[in-house]
């Protein structure tokens, strides 16, 4: 660092109780010539002023995420999507967790409609679901819903991949398990109402199914 980098360094560090993972990074963004008045405040941990230095780096408005209610995973996805030009907007809210935000990144860079899963209800893993459906031009929205599990949605996606008539076992009430072996049954063409009932759990299904499949060949 040169001497007025020095003196700013000097005066932030006296100012606020820095750890030294924060004094790292102050000093790093200090050396590369940034303004790091962004993000040496006390609230924002080593990690945070990581997401906010390296954003500093590539010329990024990191006012948007430069926020101590972002952790640093959150800011991190946040990062990635305004360096690829999406609209960050849709996911930059404290409401959704990094593996939200991702799944909704990953979709905006996709062009999928995210609308439909962008919604705080939704976990990563269902909107990870949702997403792998939009990319086959499935009908997604008969499993967009918050009370399917994201192993329930597996199930009604692979079968709506297959053209298979979903709505046998679209329902919440059947557990992925269940809905795996009404799904094969499906497949195999066989009359699956015989055990299409939820108080059937799935290895008493599996032993109809079989049992019924056998009897077809």
């Known amino acids: 660092m040169d001497n007025k980098q020095k003196l700013i360094y000097n005066e932030l560090i ?10 790292k990074e102050i000093e790093l963004g200090l050396e590369k010539g940034l303004d790091v008045f962004t993000y040496a405040k006390p609230e924002f941990n080593d990690l945070q002023m990581a997401q906010i230095r390296l954003g500093l780096e590539n010329d990024l408005d990191v006012t948007v995420y430069a926020k101590p209610e972002f952790d640093f995973m959150q800011m991190g996805e946040i990062r990635y999507g305004m360096e690829r030009n999406i609209d ?3 996911y930059t809210k404290p409401e959704f967790d990094w593996s939200q935000m991702e799944e909704i990144c990953k979709g905006l860079i996709n062009n999928l409609d995210v609308s439909i899963y962008a919604k705080p209800e939704f976990n990563g893993w269902q909107m990870h679901e949702i997403s792998k459906g939009l990319k086959q031009n499935i009908n997604v929205l008969i499993y967009a819903n918050s009370e399917f599990t994201q192993f329930q949605m597996e199930q009604i996606r692979s079968g709506l991949e297959k053209n298979l008539d979903v709505s046998w076992y679209a329902n919440p009430e059947f557990d992925w398990q269940q809905m795996l072996e009404i799904r ?17 759990n799935w290895k008493e299904m599996k032993r109809i199914r079989l049992g019924l499949e056998s009897n077809n060949e």
């Open 14 to 23: 006296s100012k606020f109780n820095f750890d030294e993972d924060q004094k």
């Open 184 to 200: 094969l049954g499906l497949k195999k063409g066989i009359d699956i109402s015989i055990y299409l009932n939820p108080g059937i």
């Open 88 to 90: 960050v907007s849709i």
